[in-house]
């Protein structure tokens, strides 16, 4: 069915930048939404940003101001890109998707993830 595969993760330095990408593919008619979320060891998963098929976004307050979310729905693909990174953000960052599969069916989709840490 349909597959998220995310790109962009690695370790930068405190203030670095990383772009996180988002692929989405299969069977699949329309994306409602598609977004990020990150999970830190021992913590709950918490929501970074959503972006709708019509460029509304979301997101979280402490990553406001230093993420953006975008999103290229001809390659049904999602960016995140992340400035000045601080220690706290280290964490693996799903990508999700609502995804019309076809007329009538609807699906929430994650990737595997992908680790982001940011450390000197």
């Known amino acids: 069915q349909v597959q998220l595969v995310e790109s962009g993760g690695g370790r930068v330095q405190p203030g670095g930048s990383l772009r996180l990408s988002c692929a989405a593919s299969?069977?699949?008619?329309?994306?409602?939404?598609m977004g990020w979320y990150r999970q830190a060891p021992g913590k709950q998963r918490e929501l970074v940003a959503v972006i709708t098929s019509s460029g509304s976004t979301n997101y979280a307050d402490s990553m406001k101001g230093r993420f953006t979310i975008s999103r290229d729905n001809a390659k049904n693909t999602v960016y995140l890109q992340m400035n000045s990174l601080k220690p706290e953000d280290t964490a693996v960052y799903y990508c999700n998707a609502v995804i019309t599969v076809r007329i009538g069916v609807r699906g929430d989709y994650w990737g595997r993830g992908t680790q982001v840490t940011v450390s000197s």
């Open positions: 299969g069977s699949i008619f329309s994306i409602s939404s």
